[in-house]
T-cell receptor, first 115, second 109 residues
Framework: DVKVTQSSRYLVKRTGEKVFLECVQD?????MFWYRQDPGLGLRLIYF???????EKGDIPEGYSVSREKKERFSLILESASTNQTSMYLC??????????????FGPGTRLLVL | KNEVEQSPQNLTAQEGEFITINCSYS?????LHWLQQHPGGGIVSLFM???GKKKHGRLIATINIQEKHSSLHITASHPRDSAVYIC???????????FGTGTSLTVIP
């Protein structure tokens, strides 16, 4: 079974703090994704990576950066947390070469509260 | 405009009822996914289908590619089916998905 783990289930940070969210997958997947999920808005893509050190912006990259130094690990960084970044953050991974048959495997999510 | 629209947004049903959740999309796709998210956050893939119908236990998913519409049915619903159901359409490369906003289902005993 594919396992995608996230470093924290719940996180409380203060405005202006630097926040690191880590995601690790154990299936040698090429693609990794960071989403945020807000009520009424569904899942929105922040960034994705299709290879080590490669990244592409998603729909809402402002205020975020990412790092993928190793294939299994994809980090999301909030350089200076703001209250509008309070959200559920979900990491996902996928094989990467199955075209439309790709399935994304999700981590358990991190609920971030920025005070 | 969302590329993927779901209805209803919220649904409450009595245990045992037959449930239908609908998904319409405006983009050209080759397959559609149905995902389930239980309270607590984790999302799991239920189905990936590109034509016709798939069945898994009490869950049935159908798709009509020409009409750009898919449905998820739950027969003999149970409180443990309470979750958010999300439809998602992959881009041709599979690198990204268009997600619906989800249908929150509550099944009352």
């Amino acid at each position: 079974d594919v396992k995608v783990t996230q470093s924290s289930r719940y996180l409380v940070k203060r405005t202006g703090e630097k926040v690191f969210l880590e995601c690790v997958q154990d299936m040698d997947h090429e693609n990794m994704f960071w989403y945020r999920q807000d009520p009424g808005l569904g899942l929105r893509l922040i960034y994705f990576s299709y290879d080590v050190k490669m990244k592409e912006k998603g729909d809402i990259p402002e205020g975020y950066s990412v790092s993928r130094e190793k294939k299994e690990r994809f980090s999301l960084i909030l350089e200076s947390a703001s209250t509008n970044q309070t959200s559920m953050y979900l990491c996902a991974s996928s094989f990467g070469s199955l075209g439309y048959q790709e399935t994304q495997y999700f981590g358990p999510g991190t609920r971030l509260l920025v005070l | 405009k969302n590329e993927v629209e779901q209805s209803p947004q919220n649904l409450t049903a009595q245990e045992g009822e037959f449930i239908t959740i609908n998904c319409s999309y405006s983009v050209g796709i080759s397959a559609l996914h149905w995902l389930q998210q239980h309270p607590g956050g984790g999302i799991v893939s239920l189905f990936m289908l590109s034509s016709g119908k798939k069945k898994h236990g009490r869950l049935i998913a159908t798709i009509n590619i020409q009409e750009k519409h898919s449905s998820l049915h739950i027969t003999a619903s149970h409180p443990r089916d309470s979750a958010v159901y999300i439809c998602a359409a992959p881009t041709y490369t599979g690198n990204q998905f268009y997600f619906g906003t989800g249908t929150s289902l509550t099944v009352i005993p």
